[in-house]
């Protein structure tokens, strides 16, 4: 594996960082990587890392379950049952503030987002570098224009763009944001969701929080990180939301790394405990295990 250090924060430029904590790898490589905090702006990222020749290897577990769609354990079959819940609660927080028109969800994977999208009378594009899945994509809905780069879209096209849980994975959070402003439209909404590193469940967890997904996720955000991602761009943030139902399944997943995937009935429940603390506790301070961040043009 080759890595590479970050030297500049995409958030802050800021060239000063301070270890935290390891994580281990735990759905893939079971390696330990080093988190570091940006002096500057706080934000947490994985460094050193694989680099792009490298990355893909470290996602090969990952696909198994978005590309088969079968599920093979409580855990998995829990992420379904979550998944199919979120698509129409997705669709529902879109359509109540854009009744329809033109979206791209950018990093689709399998694509059933934008599939069930332009299933409800959006016109869907979407974003996906890998190759399978594209031609997944396109089986299933002939209807839908799916791109191999950002690059191939018209600027100033859509009402939304969509990155679910999208934006920790990429190399230069900064550019990809700059790159999707020119792609919306005047009056377009772009949605953000990303984990809260200072949600209780990651405070509970620590290096054992699912949601730091070593190295996959290469950045950590807060909600004052994605605020100043939006300012560096001209972009205005509008609102936050909260995803709930996250607190539960990353909860029920850092239980199973904290007790080496050691099942018992406790696993459960104290994942359940984990996930209402959390919520509970957000209401106050909105940091919620993931959050989805709606911003439009300043
Ligand atoms: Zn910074």
């Not at 970050?6 to 000063?16: A, D, N």
């Not at 290897?57 to 379950?65: D, G, Q, T, V």
Request: net charge positive.
């Amino acid at each position: 594996m080759q890595t590479e250090l970050v030297k500049l924060c995409p958030v802050c430029r800021g060239t000063s960082f301070q270890h935290v904590f390891n994580c281990e790898d735990y759905t893939y490589s079971h390696q330990q990587f080093s988190i570091l905090q940006c002096q500057s702006c706080q934000l947490l990222l994985t460094s050193p890392r694989p680099d792009q020749q490298s990355i893909g290897e470290f996602y090969k577990s990952e696909e198994y379950i978005s590309h088969t769609g079968k599920s093979n354990s409580i855990f998995d079959w829990i992420y379904l049952k979550a998944r199919n819940y979120t698509l129409s609660w997705k669709h529902d927080i879109i359509t109540s503030r854009k009744t329809r028109g033109t979206i791209l969800d950018y990093g689709c994977g399998t694509g059933e987002f934008i599939n069930y999208m332009a299933n409800n009378n959006w016109e869907g594009s979407a974003v996906e570098p890998s190759k399978e899945a594209r031609a997944k994509i396109k089986s299933q809905n002939k209807n839908l224009s799916v791109f191999e780069k950002l690059e191939e879209l018209p600027e100033n096209k859509f009402d939304i763009i969509t990155l679910w849980h999208v934006l920790e994975h990429v190399p230069n959070p900064n550019t990809l944001i700059a790159q999707l402003k020119e792609k919306l439209k005047e009056d377009g909404l772009i949605f953000v969701a990303v984990p809260n590193h200072k949600s209780y469940d990651a405070q509970h967890y620590q290096s054992h929080w699912a949601a730091y997904d070593v190295p996959r996720h290469f950045w950590h955000f807060s909600q004052k990180n994605v605020t100043r991602l939006f300012d560096n761009n001209q972009l205005l943030l509008k609102e936050i939301l909260p995803m709930k139902l996250d607190a539960y399944y990353v909860s029920l997943l850092s239980e199973k790394y904290k007790n080496n995937s050691k099942h018992s009935l406790a696993t459960p429940i104290k994942a359940l405990l984990t996930g209402l603390s959390s919520n509970a506790k957000a209401r106050k301070t909105m940091n919620y295990s993931s959050l989805i961040y709606i911003a439009g043009h300043a």
